[in-house]
């Protein structure tokens, strides 16, 4: 076996303090952003919609970006704070180390709060973080935020039905009329936002949480026919184990709820695109669009099938921990990166595109640079992932490595990957590798394990 290539190259973020920075340039030429962040959306249901695609054609599209945690709420707590859970502390979706709960201490330092220091006017339509707002009391609305139209997980009964909303403090019900379908009123809430700022001249800042395309992705009927022949996909590692822990193979019956599923999905997230479109059009007709950044991405990916998964996240299979990343606006260029990002570079990118300085509690890395067309002339070379188990004692942290040719991971036991030869994660080549290239991987997992700020991957 060839040696794997060990070397990193260092990042971080700026020198400023953790708490609000203050704003380095007028408010009105600050660009707008918005920053949508689907739910479970996986890279390979991605590709198989022509409207991503569109989307991606627009502007740069990441091919290697990956979450700092494949599971909800650390995931979202990490785009919002920039850090690994294993420095905001949100290791879980719920208590006693994770969710919303845990997520309180982080909030004054996170993005609503830096932007708007900085002049923005911020809004967050849809999901939170999950156990939002618990203890908080239902009309919570978290610091730093203009505008809140947030989904409440600790009452909610229904993700797209039936749900439950803190609109700017007052608690309402949804239920199963018309327009009640979750995606469809974010989208209104959004375009009324965009309209409501149009006689201001602060710039804004709109973060989008839809649903979709989660468990149990109800689908409204006006997208349903489109997927009607779509399965779960069929790649080589479908319905396939690992040779060292086979588990039991898929049934036809679960093949079948799958399939089901995967329409399910890919209708619900069309809804998405529509609320995209709708959201493009209405800062185009307040002029604005030609000054805004649009990201969308995922919280985490979802197998569905691969490895005999059935809608399964929170683990190191390739399905679930890259996600999906597009951006387009002023002066992006538009073709793909094949560079290795994270989510947690998300916050210091939205920072510094807003013409701040990254504060230094930051542990991702802005991209910035590949978005302005000058790409950085060193960056990382590898990413790490983590997660976590046994939150009701003491959290146990698992993790592993990625670099554009190899996967280590330290979970049950340990995984290794060639995914230039393997890219389905089919063969673990653990009892091959030499002793000395695990044993390096192991010493830098473990490093990255403790990590904060500048000394991260």
């Not at 909610?156 to 039936?162: K, L, M, P, S």
């Not at 989660?214 to 040779?243: I, K, T, W």
């Amino acid at each position: 076996m060839v040696a794997l290539g060990l070397a990193l190259d260092g990042c971080g973020g700026g020198s400023s303090p953790s708490a609000p920075v203050p704003s380095a340039t007028p408010a009105a030429r600050r660009p707008n952003l918005v920053l949508v962040v689907a739910d479970d959306l996986d890279v390979p249901t991605t590709d198989r919609l022509p409207r991503f695609q569109r989307l991606a054609e627009q502007g740069l599209s990441f091919t290697r970006f990956y979450t700092a945690q494949p599971l909800c709420g650390p995931s979202r707590a990490a785009i919002l704070t920039g850090q690994y859970g294993h420095n905001n502390g949100v290791l879980f979706n719920g208590p006693p180390n994770g969710g919303f709960a845990t997520f309180r201490q982080s909030e004054s330092s996170s993005l609503a709060p830096w932007l708007k220091s900085a002049g923005y006017r911020t809004a967050l339509i849809g999901k939170y973080i999950n156990t939002y707002a618990g203890d908080a009391g239902d009309a919570y609305i978290p610091p730093g935020w203009d505008y809140w139209y947030g989904h409440s997980t600790t009452l909610e009964d229904g993700r797209y039905y039936n749900y439950w909303v803190n609109d700017n403090g007052k608690v309402i019900r949804y239920g199963v009329a018309p327009g009640d379908y979750s995606t469809d009123a974010e989208t209104k809430r959004a375009v009324e936002f965009i309209r409501a700022e149009a006689g201001r001249p602060e710039p804004i800042f709109l973060y989008l949480g839809p649903q979709a395309p989660h468990e149990p992705a109800n689908c409204d009927p006006r997208h349903g026919p489109e997927f009607r022949d779509e399965e779960a996909p069929r790649v080589p590692s479908f319905n396939v184990p690992d040779p060292e822990s086979p588990g039991l193979p898929l049934s036809a019956s679960d093949i079948a709820q799958l399939d089901d599923l995967q329409r399910r999905r890919m209708c619900s997230v069309t809804f998405v695109n529509d609320m995209i479109d709708a959201v493009v059009q209405a800062m185009a007709e307040t002029g604005r669009m030609d000054d805004t950044y649009l990201l969308f991405t995922s919280d985490n990916g979802l197998l569905m099938g691969q490895h005999r998964g059935q809608a399964n996240k929170d683990n190191f299979y390739e399905e679930v921990i890259r996600v999906p990343l597009m951006v387009r606006g002023p002066g992006v260029p538009r073709g793909t990166v094949d560079r290795l990002a994270l989510t947690i570079d998300l916050a210091p990118t939205l920072v510094e595109l807003a013409g701040l300085p990254v504060p230094d509690r930051v542990d991702g890395r802005s991209l910035t640079g590949f978005l302005r067309g000058r790409p950085p002339a060193t960056w990382r070379t590898e990413i790490y992932v983590e997660s976590y188990v046994g939150f009701q004692t003491a959290p146990d942290q698992k993790y592993g490595i990625r670099t554009a040719d190899w996967f280590y991971g330290n979970a049950d036991r340990v995984l290794l990957f060639d995914m230039r030869a393997d890219p389905y994660q089919l063969t673990n080549l653990r009892r091959s590798a030499p002793p000395a290239d695990l044993e390096a991987f192991e010493r830098r997992a473990r490093t990255y394990s403790t990590c904060k700020g500048a000394s991260c991957p």
